[in-house]
């Protein structure tokens, strides 16, 4: 469960409190109004398809991971009231932009995702292990398309979002790795279907995963992860290949925050060379 924050009653939050106590028990929340307005929803297509359109020949769509670092334009979204105004209920007024993600699956051929905590990829990293995920809908995210599923209450266990790991083949899916059978109940997932501008949020603890998407319609999502400026990055090492970035408020935890008027190649470079992708 997220650590209870004291916040002020303020009309610019987006979830009720019998929201967010739903979001602390079950894991996750499915928010069906639109994200943002029409045309501001547009732009951000738009601006992914110009990245997308200029993707290297030898990486997979699914692998745009941290987009932010080479195309800093994205924080118009990742930055904007709209989506803080859907965190800061759970998270507090004091926030900071984690990662962002496309997860874009071609049709015919998308690679599955294979069920996994995201907090797996980054116990290293930050602590406490407190992250709140926005999965944007670019494109419409159903079961025909491999859309996400969640299993409810799974980052509450006793693993807290740190469960054992099998190494799969390279190429079989997005990531290398997936958990162990026995520590995974699929029966109990819930598909997480969205139209486009529509967004769901999960615990960086909860066990989630979607099938290969072997239909003739493509499925992108765009994760924007966000986290209280209570938690403390690893800047001393994670800083040689990831930035986090003052989203609102004020630091409480003494971080260092990348410029988000600044792109940082170098950071990407890194990250494609030593592995460091994927979350």
């Not at 200029?54 to 904007?80: G, T, Y």
Request: aromatic share 10%; net charge neutral.
């Amino acid at each position: 469960m997220v650590t209870p924050v004291s916040t002020s009653p303020t009309s610019r939050h987006r979830l009720t409190p019998e929201q967010v106590a739903t979001y602390n028990r079950e894991g996750y929340h499915i928010f069906r109004q639109p994200l943002f307005p029409a045309a501001k929803f547009d732009g951000l297509k738009h601006c992914f398809e110009k990245i997308l359109g200029n993707l290297e020949a030898d990486v997979r769509p699914e692998s745009m991971d941290v987009p932010h670092f080479q195309h800093p334009e994205l924080f118009e979204w990742l930055l904007a009231d709209e989506v803080l105004d859907l965190v800061e209920p759970i998270l507090g007024p004091d926030l900071a932009l984690f990662s962002s993600h496309f997860i874009c699956k071609p049709r015919g051929n998308g690679k599955r995702v294979p069920w996994h905590e995201d907090s797996h990829y980054w116990k290293t990293m930050i602590s406490p292990m407190e992250v709140v995920t926005v999965w944007l809908a670019i494109d419409p995210s159903t079961k025909v398309n491999g859309c996400m599923y969640v299993i409810p209450r799974t980052h509450n266990t006793g693993k807290q979002g740190f469960s054992d790991y099998d190494d799969l083949k390279p190429g079989e899916a997005v990531f290398p790795d997936e958990i162990k059978a026995a520590q995974r109940d699929p029966s109990k997932s819930v598909a997480i279907e969205l139209e486009p501008n529509q967004c769901s949020l999960h615990d960086g603890r909860i066990i989630h995963g979607s099938a290969p998407n072997t239909s003739s319609i493509r499925r992108c999502g765009y994760t924007m992860r966000y986290i209280s400026t209570r938690v403390r990055e690893n800047h001393e090492m994670a800083g040689t290949y990831h930035n986090i970035y003052l989203a609102r408020g004020q630091d409480r935890a003494g971080n260092i925050y990348g410029d988000p008027t600044k792109a940082y190649p170098e950071l990407a470079r890194f990250r494609a060379k030593h592995g460091k992708n994927g979350h």
